[in-house]
Every structure is written in structure tokens, then in C-alpha cells.
């Protein structure tokens, strides 16, 4: 079963702005983590957030934690060609495994 | 960083036949190895995790005979897809989490099954 839900499903920006992402979950956790996938690829680990963190930053990443909405949103900023690829976040469920949301589509424009 | 990697890379099989796909810890042990799938423009699922040395757990919906795994070694799982059909055509991505570093899980880059 999934436990995230992000959106958009899909987002296209220009080349410079700034891309955000929502992820919403049901369960308590005691992380969560961002994953990127280019198109037909395998998954590359952004950034992890522990529930007591409320923001974190790396490099153009910023990713945010709100448990008492169970939601972490993910920024990007000053986006790039190379950021086109789908962003999903991923929680531990309770018994310890990982659990992926739908995904957010994103596509730089240049 | 640990790597996992995945083998093969790409598999086409005709409808009937087993495929296997291998799973490895290049420079970490694993106990646990996790299945999943992906569709086209879709999340992944887990699909099951495999224990060393014991039987691996499926999700809900998941059949077991369908879908063989066997853990033989701390860095070796395989993920046997049996009498495969066009529905099988899917990506599969393992992912294997350190032994010595419990939240640490590493993903391979999958393989790309196509069932015709």
C-alpha cells in the first residue's frame, strides 16, 4: 500500500525558477525521505528529515516537515534542464519498510 | 556511497518462461533485500522483502508463487518471475539496507522486463 500523496502529479516550470512539491502521509513516522528517478532509471536519494527536524537544506534542495499536518514539501530552487525527473517522497511504515508516494512529474523548460 | 546493483539490465522473454533477476550488495551485507515494481509513469510498490536465510514476506496481493525470491547470501538476492505473462512486463528495482547502518537502504538501478 502507498503512503504518500503527492502534488502536483505533474509540474512544468521555466529554467530558473523555483519547483515545490507536497507529499502528504497517514502514518506516524520517524522519517521521511525525498527520492529522485530520472525516466527509466533507478532512484537517487535527495534528503532525509527525522520527525523532530522541521527543515532541512542541501545545496538547492529544501525540504520541510510539518507532522502535525503529516506533510513535507520539497523545494528546489533556481531549477536546472537536468531537474526533469519524477520526485517521490517515501516514508518507513511501522513495520520498518519503505513506502513511496505517486510521484510528482517535473519537467524544466528551457 | 554502498551500491547495489542489479542484473540484467534489460530482459525480454516470451510468455511461459522464467526469468530471474539478481540482486547484489557490492560493499555492504544485507539481511534484508527489498522487491519492487514500478508500471509506466506509476510509484513503486513493494512487492516483498527478503530475509537471509528464511522465507521472504509478501505484500498483501503479491502471489508468492508468482513472484520466487531466495536470499542465499548477505549480499545476493534473486527475484524469479515464473511463467511469465505480458501483465509481468514491468520495472523492478531492488533495494538492499546495510547491516551495520539499520536506516540505511540503497537502491539498484532496476531491470526493465518485457514479456511478449
Known amino acids: 500500500s502507498q503512503q504518500g500523496e503527492e502534488d502536483p502529479q505533474a509540474l512544468s516550470i521555466q529554467e530558473g525558477e523555483n519547483a515545490t512539491m507536497n507529499c502528504s502521509y497517514k502514518t506516524s513516522i520517524n522519517n521521511l525521505q525525498w527520492y529522485r528517478q530520472n525516466s527509466g532509471r533507478g532512484l537517487v536519494h535527495l534528503i532525509l528529515?527525522?520527525?523532530?527536524?522541521r527543515e532541512k537544506h542541501s545545496g538547492r534542495l529544501r525540504v520541510t516537515l510539518d507532522t502535525s499536518k503529516k506533510s513535507s514539501s520539497l523545494l528546489i530552487t533556481a531549477s536546472r534542464a537536468a531537474d526533469t525527473a519524477s520526485y517521490f517522497c517515501?516514508?518507513?511504515?511501522?513495520?520498518?519498510?519503505?513506502?513511496f508516494g505517486k510521484g510528482t512529474r517535473l519537467h524544466i523548460l528551457p | 556511497g554502498a551500491v547495489v546493483s542489479q542484473h540484467p539490465s534489460r530482459v525480454i522473454c516470451k510468455s511461459g518462461t522464467s526469468v530471474k533477476i539478481e540482486c547484489r550488495s557490492l560493499d555492504f551485507q544485507a539481511t534484508t533485500m527489498f522487491w519492487y515494481r514500478q508500471f509506466p509513469k506509476k510509484s513503486l510498490m513493494l512487492m516483498a522483502t527478503?530475509?537471509?536465510?528464511?522465507?521472504?514476506?509478501?505484500e498483501q496481493g503479491v502471489e508468492k508463487d508468482k513472484f520466487l525470491i531466495n536470499h542465499a547470501s548477505l549480499t545476493l538476492s534473486t527475484l524469479t518471475v515464473t511463467s511469465a505473462h505480458p501483465e509481468d512486463s514491468s520495472f523492478y528495482i531492488c533495494?538492499?539496507?546495510?547491516?551495520?547502518?539499520?536506516?540505511?537502504?540503497?537502491f539498484g538501478p532496476g531491470t526493465r522486463l518485457t514479456v511478449t
Open positions: 517515501a516514508t518507513w511504515r511501522v513495520d520498518d519498510k519503505i513506502i
Open positions: 527478503s530475509n537471509e536465510g528464511s522465507k521472504a514476506t509478501y
Open positions: 528529515i527525522r520527525s523532530n527536524e
Open positions: 533495494s538492499a539496507r546495510d547491516l551495520g547502518q539499520y536506516y540505511e537502504q540503497y
